[in-house]
């Protein structure tokens, strides 16, 4: 997630003229309310626009986030599944590295958009509000674009160390957890800003459905991929005891930036997005290779 399009265009989010976006839950039944939440989270986080309809209001762009996760392990099985194939024809590194930057083009690299922002201003040195005014703005300096490079190149080489099995503790678990972060943050984490794309979503964040969804989303991804990277008793805890170690440290990162800023904003919702999927990368291949 990132507060400003100036990099990425962030379809479904009142305002930003990029899209519709589902209409507020009506009378139409669960399921229907159930697949425009999907709908929209989908074309908010990835580069595939599903159709919809009017205009999304702050309850719907919050109740879309409890469907994030199923968007990350969408994207983790593609992943997975485009790292095994191309493992057959190609060297290790030459595989992860264009699934790694298949990932990002799918993501329209929305969260590395908020991962440069962030770093431009929170290492810039300067005050709060000059801080998250450098965040706004669309140029890229050097510690954005210092940022993005650790990031990717950390991701390749993690991904690179694994054969599949770890693989999908890696990518799919790793993909679906991050995906979790940005539900926490907007609910338990205060807004820096007045406006931005993050505000649509923070402004609507009072309720635990959404984070419940997310949260047993992301703990059965997490097991299944923790037995498939290991076989045996230990193997589905191995899983989670990673989830829970990512989300840990994430949220530490984050919590210090709160801390600098005054609460987050949808960059560092972006942020934590990017970290979080190199820490899972970096994590499977300590416990499993």
């Known amino acids: 997630m990132t507060d400003e399009p100036h990099h990425t265009t962030n379809p479904g989010v009142p305002g930003d003229g990029a899209g519709e976006s589902p209409a507020a839950p009506g009378g139409d039944g669960r399921p229907a309310a159930l697949g425009r939440r999907f709908a929209l989270a989908v074309t908010f986080l990835t580069a595939v626009r599903l159709p919809t309809s009017g205009?999304?209001?702050?309850a719907d762009l919050w109740a879309s986030m409890g469907l994030y996760p199923v968007v990350g392990l969408l994207l983790g099985l593609a992943g997975w599944g485009a790292y095994a194939v191309l493992l057959y024809r190609l060297t290790p590194l030459v595989a992860a590295a264009i699934v790694v930057v298949g990932l990002e083009?799918?993501?329209?690299?929305?969260?590395?958009?908020?991962?440069?922002?962030?770093?431009?201003?929170?290492?810039?040195?300067?005050?709060?509000?000059?801080?998250?005014?450098?965040m706004k703005d669309s140029r890229v300096g050097a510690m954005g674009v210092f940022a993005a490079i650790a990031v990717i190149v950390?991701?390749?080489?993690?991904?690179?160390?694994?054969a599949r099995p770890g693989a999908a503790l890696g990518l799919v678990a790793g993909l679906t957890v991050a995906r979790l972060l940005p539900v926490l943050d907007v609910r338990f984490f205060a807004y820096a800003r007045r406006e931005g794309t993050g505000a649509a979503f923070a402004g609507a964040g009072t309720t635990n459905g959404p984070v419940i969804a997310a949260a047993v989303c992301a703990v059965a991804v997490a097991l299944a991929a923790g037995a498939v990277a290991r076989?045996?008793?230990?193997?589905?805890?191995?899983?989670?005891?990673?989830?829970a170690a990512v989300v840990a440290i994430t949220l530490g990162v984050q919590a210090l930036v709160a801390r600098r800023l005054g609460g987050l904003t949808g960059d560092v919702y972006g942020l934590g997005v990017e970290l979080a999927e190199a820490l899972a990368l970096v994590g499977a291949g300590l416990v499993v290779r």
């Open 55 to 58: 205009a999304a209001a702050p």
């Open 105 to 134: 083009l799918a993501t329209r690299a929305l969260h590395l958009d908020g991962l440069m922002d962030t770093a431009d201003g929170c290492l810039s040195g300067a005050p709060r509000e000059r801080a998250l005014e450098i």
């Open 154 to 162: 950390v991701k390749v080489s993690a991904l690179a160390a694994l």
């Open 231 to 243: 076989s045996g008793t230990a193997g589905p805890f191995l899983g989670l005891d990673l989830a």
